[in-house]
C-alpha cells in the first residue's frame, strides 16, 4: 500500500507527522507531497518537512490512497486547482481518500461528502452541506476515511491501518505504541 501525503505551507504539524509515522509503523509507504512544488514545506509550528515528490511529478497509478492532513493549508488546497483535479482523479479510480480536521473540506467543496458519514473539525461543516457529520474521532464510509482533529491523530490512523490491512495489523501498532484503550 502507498498513500500520497499532500503538503503545503500552513500544515497542521501533528496531524501529518503523526499520521505517517504510524502509517509507515504499519508497514504502509507514504510519500509527501508538495503541492506548490517547494522543496521543503513549513507546518503551522514551524516544522520543516522535506516532500519526496512534486506534485508536478505524481502520477496517481503509483498510489492506493491520498491523504490531507488539515491546518492552514487546507483552505489553500480547496481553492487550488491542480489539487482539485488530482483529488478527483483519486476519487474516480476508486482509491482511498483520507483527512482529518480541516482537510475534509478538500472533499467537501468536491462534492464527495454528500450523504456520507465523516467527521471534521468543528465549524468546517459549511463546506460539507451535504454530508453526515459524525462528532466522532474518525470515520469510514465507504473509501473515505475522516479524523476530527489533532487530538484524534492516533484512532484516525487505526481506522486507516484497518481499513487498508486489517485489523491484526492495527492490533500490532497499537501494542508496539503502547496505546492505551480506556
Known amino acids: 500500500m502507498k498513500i500520497a501525503c499532500l503538503l503545503s505551507d500552513g500544515f497542521e504539524d501533528i496531524e501529518a507527522l503523526g499520521t505517517v509515522a504510524l502509517l509507515r509503523r504499519a508497514g504502509i509507504i507514504c510519500e509527501f507531497v508538495s503541492v506548490f512544488n517547494n ?105 473515505i476515511i475522516t479524523g476530527i482533529g489533532a487530538g484524534a491523530v492516533y484512532e484516525f490512523a487505526f481506522e486507516i491501518i484497518s481499513a487498508l490491512l486489517g485489523d491484526a495489523v492495527k492490533l500490532q501498532v497499537i501494542k508496539v505504541t503502547q496505546y492505551m484503550i480506556n
Request: charged letters at 25%; hydrophobic letters at 35%.
Open 39 to 143: 522543496k521543503t514545506v513549513k507546518g503551522s509550528y514551524g516544522t520543516e518537512v522535506i516532500p519526496e515528490v512534486l506534485m508536478k511529478k505524481i502520477n496517481t497509478n503509483d498510489y492506493d490512497g491520498i491523504f490531507i492532513p488539515g491546518g492552514k493549508h487546507a483552505k489553500v488546497l480547496r481553492e487550488t486547482k491542480s489539487v482539485l483535479d488530482l483529488v478527483t482523479t483519486f476519487h474516480s479510480q476508486n482509491k482511498w481518500l483520507m483527512a482529518i480536521c480541516a482537510g475534509p473540506t478538500v472533499f467537501g467543496v468536491l462534492g464527495f461528502l454528500d450523504g456520507v458519514n465523516y467527521t471534521s473539525f468543528p465549524s468546517t461543516e459549511v463546506h460539507m452541506p451535504r454530508g453526515i457529520r459524525q462528532k466522532q474521532k474518525a470515520v469510514r464510509d465507504g473509501r
